[in-house]
Nanobody
């Protein structure tokens, strides 16, 4: 199971970014995909998750209403649309997969850095 996160970058406060999590060597729609982030000097934080079979969606309170998770099974990719970004959203973002949404998934991709700064 290999995951590749991409789409990070530098954005001003209030701006938007869309992260992508692409899978290789497996069919992503059989898995729940979660997004996590880790800011410098802080512990890893769960951000959002989209379930596999029923497509259930969950968000951390800190991002609810600003972030949207979605999946495109035809492209074998899960997205995290991030709007109204704040400096406190600055972190390395990771996607991870498992059979269901959980706090410590089995399969992880490498991170992509998001920096929100003016």
């Amino acid at each position: 199971v290999q995951l590749q996160a991409s789409g990070g970058g530098l954005v001003q406060p209030g701006g938007s970014l869309r992260l992508s999590c692409a899978a290789s060597a497996f069919t992503l729609d059989y898995y729940a995909i979660g997004w996590f982030r880790q800011a410098p000097g802080k512990e890893r934080e769960w951000v959002s998750c989209i379930g596999s079979s029923d497509g259930s969606i969950y968000y951390a309170d800190s991002v609810k209403g600003r972030f949207t998770i979605s999946r495109d099974n035809a492209k074998n990719t899960v997205y995290l649309q991030m709007n109204s970004l704040k400096p406190e959203d600055t972190a390395v973002y990771y996607c991870a997969a498992d059979r269901r949404c959980q706090s410590d998934p089995s399969y992880w991709g490498q991170g992509t850095l998001v920096t929100v700064s003016s």
